[in-house]
């Protein structure tokens, strides 16, 4: 199955590992061929291009099935560098015979599994929507790239993402939405990033080039499961309490804490200041590799320069690289703000 891929295609990923209406092994998965597009394949058969209708640039990835007694049903991500990237979904008797792209909602991250809608923040939280309610899965620290789940148990997440200010620091986390059992996946030792698992079989996207995202599926030879606490179930809303500034790291004061002739700007927090940069590193990593994430990296950018308003050198050095990302597409020195943000504390 994945020789037939991989002599067609030089990158490869976000599998979603099936049994197809007969029984046989069915492959979703995105491939790269000037964007990502989605594409399947039957057994050990040759890749076969899903038709989504999506003009020529449309990045496709993120595939999930399943199959009812009316046939087949396929949710995925799809979008543009100049459209906004959606959650869309296609039904139809077989996969040669489905309906056009519906879309769902706006999203980067999630999936639809009969009535169960998931959608995943950009940082941190996992908003699930189904017949049990609704619930939040938080994941402190995190960027979320992808959100799937076990086509052989269905309550099961598979949350994929790294960790902010870790570059190149993936993981993979099985959330079992029924016992809120959770574990860190590896195979081999390597994090199985993007996974899918099928009964004792999992493929899982690898890092083979110099991009983030220059990737190939692989069969893991072993799956390995770490037992964490990592994800945090929230049921219902944030409170309001969720929202304040806290004295530990200046970002937080409770409210009786707070001294009335204090101004209602940002404290500044050289943590926080590192905390945003190190997010913004991350984000335009993924802009060069065509993800659209322009718009969050101004903001961390922009986020870092209030929280440095104490640090006068600091905080000009940032505002001065944001500038001249948004006017000229200039890349911040990064080395130069480090050593200014050690030179502040």
Not at 161 to 188: A, K, S
Request: proline share 3%; net charge negative.
């Amino acid at each position: 199955m994945l020789t037939q891929i991989h002599n067609r295609f030089q990158y490869s990923h976000m599998p979603f590992l099936m049994r197809d209406a007969e029984g046989r092994k069915l492959l979703f998965y995105c491939v790269y061929d000037s964007c990502w597009r989605l594409h399947y394949t039957v057994e050990d058969g040759e890749p076969v291009r899903l038709e989504t209708g999506f003009p020529p640039g449309t990045t496709e990835c993120s595939p999930t099935a399943w199959i009812d007694e009316s046939g087949y049903h396929i949710s995925f991500i799809a979008g543009t560098v100049d459209t906004t990237y959606r959650l869309y979904r296609m039904d139809g008797s077989d996969l040669q015979n489905l309906s056009q792209p519906v879309s769902i909602r706006v999203a980067k991250t999630g999936f639809v599994y009969k009535d169960r809608l998931v959608v995943g923040e950009f940082q941190d939280v996992v908003h699930v929507h189904d017949t049990d309610g609704d619930r939040k899965i938080e994941i402190p620290g995190a960027f979320l790239y992808r959100i799937s789940y076990r086509s052989d148990e269905a309550e099961k997440l598979l949350i994929s993402g790294d960790w902010i200010g870790e570059t190149g620091d993936v993981f993979c986390i099985e959330y079992d939405l029924q016992t809120d059992n959770q574990r860190f996946l590896e195979c081999g030792g390597v994090p199985a990033y993007k996974c899918s698992i099928l009964g004792d079989e999992i493929l899982f996207a690898q890092r083979t080039g110099k991009h983030f995202e220059d990737r190939r599926i692989k069969r893991g030879k072993s799956l390995d499961g770490v037992k964490c606490r990592t994800a945090r179930r929230i049921e219902g809303s944030l409170t309001k309490q969720a929202f304040q500034r806290t004295k530990s790291c200046g970002c937080r004061l409770n409210s009786h804490e707070k001294k009335e002739s204090e101004p209602s700007v940002r404290p500044s927090c050289l943590e926080c200041v590192e905390k945003h940069l190190g997010a913004a590193a991350v984000i335009l990593s993924e802009i060069h590799n065509c993800y659209e994430y322009r718009l969050r990296f101004v903001g961390h950018l922009h986020e870092a320069e209030e929280e440095s308003q104490d640090f006068l050198p600091l905080h000009e050095m940032i505002r001065d690289a944001r500038k001249a990302y948004q006017r000229e597409n200039i890349v911040p020195d990064w080395e130069s703000l480090a050593r200014e943000v050690e030179h502040a504390r």
